[in-house]
């Protein structure tokens, strides 16, 4: 475990690649929620060409499109070596977002349509959707085990994520698609890797969800004045249960007006 | 410049006159029922009477339009502002971009006007296929409404394709974006204008080859790709000390009554435009510099004891031109956000404002969406308070100016009821 005399590091994975969701709010608020409770912390951010450090606690991977998102892959393999692979086995944990959770399991689909290879650091992998793009607000029922409650976020992919036999959803899908294999699940977790759909950026409207992985790369931590965060996750669930009242999602994939 | 019930300019078929006289009966009851300026709604009945009705209208019209990002309603404006010293505009200078927006604007205006229309970014290609249009200004391509453009790669493509040996067109391009360099690079024609973008985080990855992108490095503002030979390309306008400099060396000095150097740059693509279409650089520049709001954009108004001066930006390009034009701290910043389909449903793009700028004051966060504002700014370390409601938050920021950022809806909102 880290200890309040040392700085913990956030590396955020190629926000000029995989960071147009706003993914890259993820790292900031790792790192004030270690501040605001007395650690050192710092982020420190990759950019594509960059040499990937595997040293580090925490890592942050984002969601972009299509072409960044094979270049991304590719500078973070490959599977057995890699640094990010490196980075797990050190215990580092790891938030993967959308696009950066396609590229950890062992296969998504590239800019030319065709499979390409992910990390393999995960058991799952991802086939281009034939139906509508999912858009649109999200609700998410963590798996029990993570000790969370529901999470909210705003998804925006074409991706069919299908979780491999040992890979444990990160929950069942309450409003919205996330993995959309049919399964009703999003995401997964392995370890002390999170993988989802969900933006918002994530972490912003789920404040625990943040603080489980602060825990696993430091330890037990003091709770903070969350309100204002709490106040934003509660609105959110609020209006996608109106929105799901009123009958659910009506716009279509990369719907005009 | 809403449409009114003119005569139907002469030569067009029965079928777009009579298109053309329902639209313009149909903007003139929506504006007196007070639903707005009518011209949507006109020119969707223009558009279901004659669906060729943009083609017709557009036909015996020297059109330039404008697209882009960021910039698109103020540099229509200037356009505007500029011809008009030339011989009569019509304009869709309110902003209403999409087909029924432009058909309307075209069919109020007199036969043979010159017609400088602002259009959105994702209809930029059926417009220029229906209008024919002399000259294309293309000012910057970055994240917008990340729920329905999610692929802004896919939109400088559809340029690309939409322009590549476009012969009789003659493109305007920012030759500082190197998505609108790529979008407009296969044009036969093309005056490259040196319009900056602070913003680069969506042209990190190489439109063409997909390396990267560096921005760093050369004397002078530029980039280059490290994998491919798409770079920066030679200017033939450019912005010197306040003033637009030409390839010839003409420089042309602008007082601009719009404030920040977002304003420069947009004067100097609609002042290329303008050239192009034949106006008088000279008295162009005059009547650009004398423009001094932009539908509602840039005026101030009085709120109980409070001036309030009112910004737009909608997404974080938008937002790095505004810190530009900010008053200094400690004038309290007032920012209203909304996430309607008009701005996109998904409001994640403030984690990619630099908000950390505006430490040192208090900052009002409002709108619809003010809670992920204030989550965002808590997070910046920045001082705040939580007002939903706009007209109350300028109130409660407590001071005698302030400053109020709003994207597009939250603007628009605002503006309604400011004015009731």
């Known amino acids: ?257 | 410049m809403s449409p009114t019930a003119v005569e139907s300019p002469p030569g067009l078929p029965a079928r777009t006159r009579l298109a053309a006289g329902i639209g313009g009966a149909v903007s003139g009851l929506s504006r007196r029922l007070g639903r707005g300026g009518g011209s949507v709604v006109g020119g969707r009945a223009i558009l279901v009477v004659d669906p060729d009705a943009l083609h017709r209208l557009a036909a015996g019209h020297a059109v330039a339009l404008v697209s882009g990002t960021n910039g698109k309603t103020t540099t229509t404006n200037l356009l505007g502002a500029a011809l008009a010293t030339a011989g009569p505009v019509s304009t869709n200078a309110l902003g209403a971009n999409q087909p029924p927006g432009l058909a309307a604007a075209l069919a109020a205006g007199p036969p043979g006007a010159m017609a400088a229309l602002e259009v959105d970014e994702a209809w930029l290609g059926r417009v220029v296929d229906a209008t024919a249009p002399r000259v294309v200004a293309l000012l910057n391509l970055s994240r917008d409404q990340l729920d329905r453009n999610n692929e802004v790669r896919q939109l400088a493509a559809s340029w690309r394709r939409t322009f590549a040996g476009r012969a009789r067109t003659t493109v305007v391009a920012n030759a500082d974006d190197p998505l609108v360099v790529w979008g407009a690079g296969a044009a036969p024609d093309v005056r490259w204008v040196g319009a900056g973008q602070p913003w680069t985080l969506d042209a990190a990855g190489c439109p063409s080859c997909g390396g990267r992108i560096s921005f760093e490095g050369a004397a002078e503002p530029g980039w280059a790709c490290r994998g491919c030979d798409l770079r920066r390309p030679d200017l033939d306008v450019r912005l010197e000390d306040g003033a637009i400099v030409d390839a010839a060396g003409r420089r042309t000095d602008l007082e601009l009554a719009l404030p920040g150097r977002a304003n420069l740059a947009n004067a100097a693509m609609a002042l290329t435009v303008a050239e192009l279409l034949g106006a008088d650089r000279q008295r162009s520049a005059a009547a650009m510099s004398a423009l001094g709001e932009v539908v509602g954009r840039y005026s101030s108004v009085q709120v109980g004891s409070t001036e309030a001066r009112l910004l737009l930006a909608k997404n974080p390009a938008g937002w790095l031109e505004v810190f530009d034009v900010l008053r200094p701290a400690p004038v309290p910043v007032v920012v209203i956000i909304n996430a309607r389909v008009a701005d996109g449903r998904d409001p994640s793009w403030l984690w990619d404002v630099p908000f950390e700028r505006l430490a040192g004051r208090l900052v009002m966060a409002s709108g619809e969406r003010s809670r992920d504002l204030a989550v965002r700014l808590r997070y910046a370390g920045v001082e705040h308070r939580h007002q939903p409601d706009p007209v109350a938050a300028i109130g409660a920021a407590g001071a005698r100016q302030v400053d109020v950022v709003a994207n597009y809806t939250a603007f628009q909102g605002l503006r309604a009821r400011l004015a009731s």
């Not at chain 1, 595997?54 to 590719?74: F, H, I, N, T, W």
């Not at chain 1, 003091?222 to 959110?236: G, K, S």
Request: with cysteine; hydrophobic share 40%.
């Open chain 1, 1 to 257: 475990m880290t200890g309040r005399d040392s700085t913990v590091t956030v590396v955020l994975l190629f926000p000029d690649l995989l960071g147009t969701y706003g993914d890259s709010g993820n790292a900031v608020i790792l790192a004030e929620r270690l501040r605001w409770r007395g650690f050192g912390a710092e982020v420190v951010t990759v950019r594509s060409g960059d040499p990937v450090p595997a040293g580090c606690q925490l890592y942050v991977v984002g969601g972009g499109e299509d072409l960044p998102q094979a270049l991304a892959a590719r500078q973070l393999g490959p599977p057995t070596t890699g640094p990010l692979r490196r980075a797990v086995d050190g215990g580092a944990a790891v938030l993967a977002v959308c696009a950066g959770l396609q590229i950890l399991g062992t296969s998504f689909v590239g800019p030319d349509g065709v499979q390409a290879d992910g990390l393999g650091l995960v058991d799952c992998f991802t086939r281009r959707g034939t139906g509508r793009r999912a858009v649109g607000e999200m609700v998410v029922e963590p798996d029990t085990e993570l000790g969370l409650p529901a999470l909210s976020g705003y998804e925006n992919h074409a991706g069919v994520t299908s979780l491999g036999a040992g890979a444990v959803p990160a929950g069942r899908v309450r409003y919205g698609v996330g993995n959309g294999d049919g399964s009703g699940t999003d995401g997964l977790w392995s370890g002390r890797v999170f993988g989802t759909y969900l933006h918002g950026p994530v972490l912003a409207r789920n404040p625990a969800l943040a603080d489980r992985l602060l825990g696993w790369a430091v330890g037990t931590l003091d709770p903070l004045d969350d309100q204002e965060q709490e106040a934003l996750r509660t609105e959110r669930l609020a209006a996608a249960a109106a929105e799901a009242r009123r009958g659910g999602r009506r716009r279509l994939v990369g719907g005009r007006r």
